[in-house]
């Protein structure tokens, strides 16, 4: 997903929030509905998320400077893990704290119809939102599953704005059957335990949002695709007897850097060794402008196995088998 790609479905999620608040706050003024209070926290805390959001890509896109010479890019991976964390404490607290409350002191619903036509809104404008959210990230994902696109995707605004308006839009069906039931079967603690059940629901998304951007923010290493291609580029150049493994990490979605050891010919000349360095990296620039930094060690592939730490080294002969 590109940057202006993410941008377009934080916006489009922040117009959508802002709208779906609105609406909530005042249906739960007018109706008492503690559902309704926690889906009007829900869409504030995700205004605040988009917010971030964008925060952290305005952040992330500063250019190197002495203190951060390979750029600012995690920023963006510790903001989607504040969102997460965002959601938990908040969005999740409060729902559920706002259902226990609701459960032990109980009261009647007023003017439940405005409940109704404030959910049928809000799901009309989160379904929005989430299309334009899904709609990205399926284009995006190619071939992969959308779990296994999630799980290897190295961008967080897109997944985690297309799980914000999936809890969202499941938040609200819950909060519109809870509704339903508190008033046609005039029990008011079917409301307090919908908003228990969103609570809930926000707290699995927000957990498995912030594994996500965990991992990201410890750091990961690129895709399987290019560190073959990367490998590949090495070996077909004369000269090179063996790719022997790489060190890969993303600094940020389109930030790479790769550290390859290289078992070059022992006739081989340091100037020749030089000019093959030279054009390893300009081809490697070249088919993948996203690796920022490419570090090339020469290292015969003996002294390579003897320190090889397969935690952390993808092995290139790994990659020929």
């Known amino acids: 997903m590109t940057s202006s790609s993410s941008r377009k479905v934080i916006y489009a999620a922040l117009l959508g929030n802002v709208l ?13 509905s503690s559902a309704m209070i926690s889906e009007g926290v829900h869409s504030l805390v995700d205004t605040g998320n988009e917010i971030l959001l964008l925060y952290g890509l305005r952040r992330a896109a500063r250019p190197p400077d002495e203190a951060h010479p390979l750029g600012h890019g995690r920023e963006l991976y510790f903001w989607s893990f504040i969102v997460a964390l965002l959601i938990f404490a908040v969005g999740a607290g409060v729902s559920l704290y706002e259902g226990i ?20 809104l809000a799901i009309l404008f989160e379904s929005g939102s989430w299309w334009v959210a899904f709609r990205e990230f399926r284009a995006t994902k190619g071939e992969q599953g959308y779990y296994e696109a999630v799980r290897e995707s190295k961008d967080p605004p897109g997944f985690l704005v297309l799980f914000e308006d999936s809890a969202a839009l499941v938040g609200l069906f819950i909060a519109l059957v809870g509704t339903a039931a508190a008033d046609l079967l005039e029990l008011p603690v079917l409301d307090g335990a919908a908003s228990i059940a969103i609570g809930l629901v926000l707290a699995v998304v927000a957990l498995f949002l912030a594994q996500e951007s965990k991992a990201l923010l410890i750091g990961e290493g690129a895709s399987r695709e290019i560190v073959a291609s990367i490998c590949r580029i090495a070996r077909s150049e004369r000269g090179v007897e063996h790719a022997n493994g790489l060190f890969t990490v993303h600094l940020g979605p389109r930030q790479v850097v790769a550290a390859l050891s290289v078992d070059f010919a022992d006739d081989l000349s340091a100037r020749d060794v030089e000019d093959i360095v030279a054009r390893i990296e300009r081809r490697i620039r070249d088919r993948h402008p996203e690796v920022i930094s490419i570090l090339i060690k020469p290292q015969s592939i003996a002294n390579f196995r003897r320190g090889l730490d397969r935690r952390a080294i993808v092995s290139a002969a790994d990659d020929e088998r």
């Open 20 to 32: 779906v608040a609105l609406t909530k706050f005042l249906a739960a003024g007018v109706t008492g």
């Open 101 to 120: 409350t609701h459960i032990l002191h109980a009261a009647p619903l007023t003017k439940p119809v405005v409940n109704y036509v404030v959910l049928a």
